[in-house]
């Protein structure tokens, strides 16, 4: 594998900080150079220090600075960008709402503008130096819309598009659903629910919406399979590892809560679909298959590395032995 020198941005985010420890233990020959502006949606704790500093730089950036992206590429030889960072907070959090298009959107378009100069000669024709240079950026699930987040995504995946169709960018795409792991903000619903569930408050409620659900090690092996797999301009759709509602999902969080600490103990309702509350993909995605790749992770599997991980983060075990 050559060398790259990959612009990875949100890199102190969930699903960032992720990537950025899977490509540091897999490609030993990648300089990874991480930007983030530190939000309140930022852990800067995620990626303490790694091992492989001498492959690993940070700088705090906000994308909206055109200025700061363009100096990136004067302080690095950047082959490759992967494109993480987003406004993804609700609206109630964010207070202005020009936020979702201001970082969505015009950080998108700095960062296109940013490696279009770099590695573009003219239009429709590479750098020779950075032929295989490549624009990897993360989208939503087709299912995903309605809300300004998503319609801001949805703004910054169609220019994204024009820049390859108008000026020969290599661009692709990869397309996720809703992801869970190790990690994650805690505001959100899979670590939420386990600490309520952790402190004995965990409601189960009557139903709740529908997701599917993503472990974050699948995401990770995805991407990486479309940044170095996928042809250039395509979307392509990552499969889940298992859709369920609300409902289900704090069951299975209770029911390998009572096996972690008190043996076989419950199990979800055996009346659920599949025999054990997960529901498979009836129909095959809209858009492209990743290639060749297919969730590996079960989701029992998935979940319970996740519980086990904030047990530990939050040091419940010796509390909830007490109990």
Known sequence: MSAKTILITGGHGFIGSNMIHYYLNKYPDYQLVNIDYNTEAANPDNIPCPDQANRYSFHRVDIRNAYAISHLFELYDITDIIHFAAETRSQDRVGEIRLYEQTNVLGTMNLLHAAQSAWMAGPHQSNPKYAASRFHHLSLAETECG??????KQ???????????????????????????????????????????????LVIPEQGRQRNWLFIVDLCEAVDTVFHLG?????????????????????????????????????????????????????????????????????????????????????????????
Not at 241 to 270: C, M, V, W, Y
């Open 231 to 323: 042809e250039a301009g395509s979307r392509y759709e990552i499969d889940y590892n298992a859709g369920l509602n609300d409902r289900e999902l704090a069951k299975h969080i209770t029911a390998l809560l009572n096996e972690h600490f008190q043996g076989p103990g419950s199990s979800p309702d055996r009346n659920e679909e599949n025999g054990d509350g997960l529901h498979s993909r009836a129909s095959p995605p809209v858009q492209k298959p990743v290639l060749g790749f297919a969730p590996f992770t079960p989701f029992k599997s998935g979940l319970r590395i996740t519980l086990d991980w904030y047990i530990q983060k939050y040091k419940y075990a010796d509390f909830l032995r007490r109990r």
């Open 155 to 201: 703004r910054a995946g169609a220019m994204i598009q024009s820049f390859h169709r108008e000026y020969g960018l290599n661009v692709v795409t990869t397309a996720s659903p809703e992801v869970f792991g190790p990690m994650q903000q805690e505001d959100e619903l899979v670590p939420r629910s386990i600490r309520q569930a952790l402190e004995g408050n």
């Open 147 to 152: 809300t300004l987040y998503s319609e801001s």
